[in-house]
């Protein structure tokens, strides 16, 4: 069984983060709520700045940690059941970005356990706790339009 290095986590979570900032940008595109569309623009920013802080883990640390917890074919849990796409309707980014920000906290919790640098598990565990937030906010939403407008 093959096992996933910090260094892999990472990229996943370069990735996850690109995708999410294309998602959300795009969600305040088609919003036609103010406050909908601000909270998508600022969800945009927080996941391009996560992108920057785990190209700087990549850079600077990812070498000096291997982990050897989560098997390789477990990391498939974490991700999206379907693609980003740049013609999803706002109820399927919705739904999209509810099951991306779980996949995230989960991923990021489940990390934050796998490395003995306290310092990565802190902000591992922060950004797990703002994914966190964030999925929150977006079923706020998905209950108010989706659920309530059909």
Same mark, same amino acid.
């Given at each position: 069984?093959?096992?996933?290095?910090?260094?892999?986590?990472?990229?996943?979570?370069?990735?996850?983060?690109?995708?999410?900032?294309?998602?959300?940008?795009?969600?305040?595109? /088609?919003?036609?709520?103010?406050?909908?569309?601000?909270?998508?623009?600022?969800?945009?920013?927080?996941?391009?700045?996560?992108?920057?802080?785990?190209?700087?883990?990549?850079?600077?640390?990812?070498?000096?940690?291997? /982990?050897?917890?989560?098997?390789?074919?477990?990391?498939?849990?974490? /991700?999206?059941?379907?693609?980003?796409?740049?013609?999803?309707?706002?109820?399927?980014?919705?739904?999209?970005?509810?099951?991306?920000?779980?996949?995230?906290?989960?991923?990021?919790?489940?990390?934050?356990?796998?490395?003995?640098?306290?310092?990565?598990?802190?902000?591992?565990?922060?950004?797990?706790?703002?994914?966190?937030?964030?999925?929150?906010?977006?079923?706020?939403?998905?209950?108010?339009?989706?659920?309530?407008?059909?």
């Amino acid at each position: 069984m093959n096992f996933v290095t910090l260094e892999e986590v990472v990229k996943f979570a370069i990735e996850r983060e690109d995708t999410a900032y294309k998602l959300y940008k795009r969600a305040a595109e /088609l919003s036609t709520s103010v406050s909908a569309k601000k909270m998508f623009e600022e969800l945009a920013q927080e996941e391009a700045t996560h992108k920057d802080v785990f190209v700087k883990i990549d850079e600077d640390k990812a070498d000096n940690h291997k /982990l050897c917890t989560l098997p390789e074919s477990s990391i498939a849990k974490y /991700l999206a059941d379907i693609p980003f796409r740049a013609d999803l309707t706002y109820s399927e980014i919705l739904v999209f970005a509810l099951k991306t920000e779980e996949n995230a906290y989960q991923l990021y919790k489940t990390a934050a356990g796998m490395t003995d640098d306290p310092k990565l598990q802190k902000v591992l565990m922060n950004f797990a706790d703002v994914e966190l937030g964030h999925r929150r906010k977006i079923e706020m939403i998905y209950e108010d339009r989706v659920l309530t407008e059909g």
